[in-house]
Every structure is written in structure tokens, then in C-alpha cells.
């Protein structure tokens, strides 16, 4: 069910767009270039005093790139928050499938960026584990089965989860990233793979001997970075299919799910969708 707020945005464009001003500007427009308060008005166009830059409310941010009025966003973006696929929005708007496609690889893409800027080291007990992604195929099973994405994750004990798909599972590969996003003096938990060995020399370093049928030894296990990588291929697996050319959008996506599982999904997002995209 919609809520209150969320009913009244969607069904008036006006409200809708007071909505996204409001988190845009804060109180006042400023120029997007050079920051200066003296603009030039035109309708819903501006220009800067100072630098004669023309911009609207949304220029530069993800909202600007949408060709859709702003109340069907609100809408869109509430059943995105919601988890519901693109191919059933159907079932409440009149949208054709690409048009919703697009929208919502714009939430993605919003996620996504804001994931990789707000990065932080973890700490603490952190328990990291690789796995497979993608359905199930004929030929090959395990490491070396065709068509299926390798993900590295790192999670923090009652925090939060970082992952990265990655082209191997060798030390080459997997160990820069854990000392890249981990602080020195951290308790590691991994499984028997021979590359995590290093990890000794960096923080106290505990293993679950798989190899020995061994998952859990008192606080030794790695139990919470394998129940997100279930949480992430449950939500997944109602999508019918990850583009591969997307999958690193829909990845994070479980990932931005997962570490605020507590706050509201709608608003965060909404905040996200008027910030400036980053230059590639």
C-alpha cells in the first residue's frame, strides 16, 4: 500500500516537484558551477549571474536524465523500493517495459555510484567468502563453470556488507581489496583457501576447515557472509535474469538493500536521485 505522502506526490506533478526542489536546494538556488545565489529566472529555466551558466532545478543530477514527469517517478520509484520487477509495474502503470527498464537502471546506477563514494574500511570481526552468481547450466560445475559471475564479499559482524564482482578467486586478486577496505588489527574469519593465509600478518586470522567439514568453531565461522550472499540470490531470482552487462548494478543494489535494511528505501533513494553525477 502507498502511504499518505507517497499517494499525494505521485498523483500531482506540481507536489512532486516542490518534493524534489526541496531536497535538491536545501533552502536556495545556487548555480550548480561556480555556487553563486544571484540567478537569472525563466520560467523553470535559470542562469547564473556570474557565470552565465543555464541550468534547471536538475541538471547534472540522475533526476535530470528522466523522460518522464516527475509524479510517474515518484510512483516508479516507490514500486522499485518496494522489490517489484519491471516486468509486473504493468500491473499499476501504463508504461511500456523499456521506459520502467530505464528508470529503474537509473535507481541502480544512483545506487551504485553513491556506494562506491561513501566506501568505508571496516573493522572489527569481519568474515569474507566468495561465491558464484548466475543460474543453473549444463557443462562444468563449481569454480571453473562457464557463464556465471565470481563475487567477493567482506561483512562486518552487526554491520554492514561491501562486494565486488571479481574476473578470479586467486590471492592476487582477492587480498589487495581486503587491504584496501579493512583497517589493520581487524579479527578475519575465512574459510581453507590458501590465498587468505597472509591475512596473519595484518590482524589475528581465524579459518573454518571446510576442507574438514568443519562450518562453526564457537565464534570462528563465517556464517554471516554466506547468508547475505543467499539473501542476495533470493532477491535476485525474481528479476527472471540479470543482464550481465548490468549485473554489478543489480549487485550492489542487494548490497545498498542489505546494509539499510532499517531505514526507509524511498526516501534514501530520493536523496540520492538529486545529487550531481559524477564525472566518469
Not at 589493520?184 to 579459518?207: E, N, Q, W
Not at 576442507?211 to 568453531?217: D, H, N, P, R
Request: net charge positive; proline share 4%; charged share 25%.
Amino acid at each position: 500500500m502507498l502511504d499518505n505522502q507517497t499517494i499525494s506526490l505521485a498523483n500531482s506533478l506540481p507536489k512532486s516537484r516542490r518534493f524534489f526542489v526541496k531536497l535538491r536546494w536545501g533552502g536556495r538556488r545556487v548555480c550548480p558551477k561556480c555556487g553563486e545565489r544571484k540567478l537569472w529566472r525563466s520560467n523553470q529555466r535559470f542562469r547564473c549571474s556570474h557565470c552565465r551558466y543555464p541550468f534547471t532545478d536538475f541538471t547534472g543530477t540522475y533526476l535530470g536524465r528522466f523522460r518522464i514527469p516527475l509524479n510517474e517517478v515518484v510512483h516508479l520509484l516507490y514500486l522499485f523500493c518496494l522489490g517489484v520487477p519491471g516486468y509486473r509495474t504493468r500491473l499499476y502503470l501504463s508504461h511500456n517495459l523499456s521506459t520502467t527498464h530505464r528508470a529503474f537502471r537509473l535507481f541502480r546506477e544512483a545506487i551504485y555510484d553513491a556506494s562506491l563514494t561513501e566506501m568505508e574500511a571496516l573493522s572489527g570481526e569481519l568474515e569474507f567468502d566468495e561465491s558464484l552468481f548466475g543460474g543453473k547450466r549444463k557443462g562444468k560445475r563449481g569454480w571453473g563453470a562457464e557463464g556465471k559471475k565470481l563475487v567477493f564479499g567482506m561483512y562486518q559482524r552487526n554491520g554492514k556488507v561491501i562486494t565486488f564482482p571479481v574476473p578470479n578467486r586467486r590471492r592476487s586478486t582477492l587480498v589487495p581489496l581486503i587491504l584496501e577496505h579493512t583497517r589493520r588489527g581487524s579479527i578475519y574469519y575465512t574459510d581453507d583457501f590458501k590465498g587468505y593465509g597472509v591475512l596473519s600478518f595484518r590482524g589475528r586470522h581465524h579459518r573454518v576447515l571446510h576442507g574438514k567439514e568443519e562450518y562453526v568453531s564457537g565464534r570462528t565461522h563465517i556464517n554471516g557472509i554466506e547468508g547475505f550472499f543467499s539473501y542476495a540470490k533470493t532477491w535476485l531470482y525474481h528479476y527472471r535474469g540479470v543482464p550481465s552487462q548490468y549485473f554489478h548494478l543489480y549487485l550492489k543494489e542487494t548490497e545498498f538493500r542489505f546494509n539499510h535494511r532499517d531505514e526507509d528505501l524511498f526516501a534514501f533513494i530520493a536523496q540520492l536521485l538529486v545529487k550531481p553525477v559524477p564525472d566518469v
